[in-house]
Structure formats: C-alpha cells, structure tokens
C-alpha cells in the first residue's frame, strides 16, 4: 500500500477527466476546495494569500468549479443543539414492497419532512437509513409512530439514537500538498 491519497486523488481526477472529457482538477484546484471546505464565506483575497494565486485567477478557477458542479452550494453550518435539536438519530427503513411505485411514495415522504436531514438507499438488512434531528424523544415518538410507521411504504424501522457525536460535518478528502 505504497501509494498516497494525493497520488490517488489525482489518478481519480484523471480518470474523471477521461470519463468525462471536460474537467481536470490540477493541485491550486484541490487547495481551492480544502479551503472552500473550512470556509465557504472566504473572499478570493483571503484564499489567494492561502493557495499562492493572485485574487483573480481564485474567482476565475473557483467560477469553473461551480460551473462544472464541482462545488453544488455554499452553506452554513448551524449548530442543532444551540438551537434545540439536541436529539440525532439514525432510522433504519424497510420497505413493505419493492415497487417503483412505493420507491417514489417513500421518496416524496422523505423530501416532504425537514426533520429528516438525509436519507439513503442501502444494502444489507435495510432498504434505507435516514439521519433525523429533532428537539426531543417526544418528538422522535410523534415522527415514527404517526408519520413513519403508519405511511404505506414502510414495514419496519429500527432507531438508534446518537449518544455522541465524535466527527461530524467533515469536509470530503481532499489530497495534502507535498
């Protein structure tokens, strides 16, 4: 296991370069993202001085990231217990039938709740997990046993609730300049 991760980051822009043929990330682009990812709301002034490139060529590379969907939004990140969410939990689905048509019935009732912070299609034992935050087990009660459990998609959910929270909100890696 010889090779590094910024080797192997730049193999895989490569390959996505070749697999779409109109987008190559080059080493200020990486840096560009690693600092985008610790602070979105830094001016092109500030990331110059952190990757070594003049203000402008920053606006213009970080416009081509945009504009090829490298970067999908700037955010905030929110702190959901300073704001009364202290409950995380993480909901196992699984599906009473395997349709397109209770595919799309589950899809629209996950986009249709706010609680529900991400959900994803699994493999294994679940069909789904779904990541929710809500301000008490009250709460947590009210989403499964009057909203989940009762919506015809659904035949059986497993909770397990977030004793603590040891990394969270982590930037996607990105290669470490030599």
């Known amino acids: 296991?010889?090779?590094d991760f910024f080797s192997f980051c730049m193999d895989r822009a490569v390959y996505t370069k070749r697999m779409h043929d109109s987008f190559n990330l080059d080493s200020f682009d990486w840096k560009l993202l690693a600092a985008l990812q610790?602070?979105?709301?830094?001016t092109n002034a500030?990331?110059?001085?952190?990757?070594?490139?003049?203000?402008?060529q920053?606006?213009?590379?970080?416009?081509?990231?945009?504009?090829?969907g490298v970067i999908r939004r700037y955010r905030a990140l929110?702190?959901?217990?300073?704001?009364?969410?202290?409950?995380?939990?993480?909901?196992?689905?699984?599906?009473?039938?395997h349709s397109p048509d209770n595919a799309t019935r589950f899809r629209e009732l996950v986009l249709d709740r706010p609680?529900?912070?991400e959900a994803y299609a699994l493999t294994g034992d679940s069909d789904y997990v779904l990541k929710v935050v809500v301000a008490s087990?009250?709460?947590?009660?009210?989403?499964?046993?009057?909203v989940l459990l009762p919506h015809?998609?659904?035949?059986?959910?497993?909770?397990?609730?977030v004793l603590d929270v040891l990394k969270e909100d982590a930037g996607l890696p990105t290669p470490r300049p030599d």
């Open 38 to 42: 610790e602070n979105a709301a830094a």
């Open 115 to 117: 609680e529900i912070l």
């Open 137 to 146: 087990l009250k709460e947590l009660a009210d989403l499964i046993n009057e």
């Open 152 to 161: 015809q998609s659904i035949d059986r959910l497993r909770s397990e609730v």
């Open 1 to 3: 296991m010889g090779r």
């Open 46 to 56: 500030e990331l110059s001085d952190r990757i070594g490139l003049s203000a402008s």
């Open 58 to 68: 920053v606006s213009r590379r970080r416009q081509a990231l945009e504009d090829e």
């Open 78 to 97: 929110l702190d959901r217990e300073r704001l009364g969410l202290s409950v995380l939990v993480f909901v196992h689905v699984t599906m009473a039938t």
